[in-house]
């Protein structure tokens, strides 16, 4: 094999990686639906007469909206949820169309010998420097067995399930976040959300720029990291 034909099969091979490379080993299962609804956002400027049309047109029923999302709940026969979507996806009108996912995280699991926990986090495997045991990352799935193309290093982390083991706070305590801000919309952080400040713009509204705020919020006091850290916001 010459030499221009080998760079070719690795630069192929390499592309073939990257495609389908994912950041840790786990698979998301299948996506659940609300059955008979989905979700519709218009594009920006569009009137409510072109709005009500596009739902005549599509056979959906607007509920309600989000109101900082502008994301519509639509109500739609049941069983056609993905044929609406298309007649939505065939407006100009429309910038996003798609089934009401549901999305859930598993109750609070036991860990190591028992004695410790962790939050009933789908991703917290990936959450390396609370958690490290050697879990791989960049993982490709149709090698047999998995092949990862990176490992962390076990146990250089933080032991946060062995110190929540040890005590678990106190859920009365405020913690204050410096950061970009905190999406306080957020389902996973509503309830702990105890105000703010923007020091940027000088107003009382802290919503996140950019969302590594919120991804720091999450960790010190999200619902699901509360159930076991018991940690307030």
Known sequence: MSTRVSVAVIAITLVVVALTVRSSAQTPGPRRFVVGEVLVK???????????????????????????????RVRVSAGEELETIARYQRNPNVLLAEPNYVRSIPETLAHGGGAEVVPGDYYFTEQWALDNTGQGFYCVPFFPGGLCLANGTPDADIDA???????????????????????????????????????????GDPMDDNGHGTHVAGIVAGEQMADATKAGA
Do not use: C, K, M
């Open 42 to 72: 218009f594009r920006p400027g569009v009137n409510a007469n072109a709005r009500a049309d596009a739902h005549r047109v599509a056979r959906g029923l607007a509920l309600d909206e989000v109101a900082r999302t502008r994301v519509q």
């Open 161 to 203: 399930p062995e110190a929540w083991a040890v005590f678990e706070g106190n859920s009365n305590v405020t913690v204050a976040i410096i950061d970009s801000g905190v999406d306080y919309t957020h389902p996973d952080l509503a309830a702990n959300y105890a105000g703010g400040d923007d020091f940027v713009f000088n107003d």
